[in-house]
């Protein structure tokens, strides 16, 4: 696979979107793996340093979906 940026080889792929990046244009961003209730309180456990692009745009906060809850 090609980085995306530059079409060098690419040494990862971005965790949000899939897209390959070489080491000139790898960025580093919180991922969230899960989400706990500890207590009634909600808890992300986060990987600090996951890949990322620098080109996607992972919203901040969740989409709802009404169409699923029916
Ligand atoms: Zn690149
Ligand atoms: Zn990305």
Do not use: S
């Amino acid at each position: 696979m090609d980085c995306f940026h530059c079409r060098r080889t690419a040494v990862g792929v971005c965790k949000f979107c899939g897209r390959g990046i070489c080491e000139n244009h790898l960025q580093a961003k919180p991922f969230i793996l899960a989400l706990h209730d500890i207590g009634g309180q909600t808890q992300a456990l986060v990987v600090d340093d996951a890949l990322f692009c620098g080109t996607c745009h992972p919203r901040p906060h969740p989409v709802p979906l009404p169409e699923l809850d029916t």
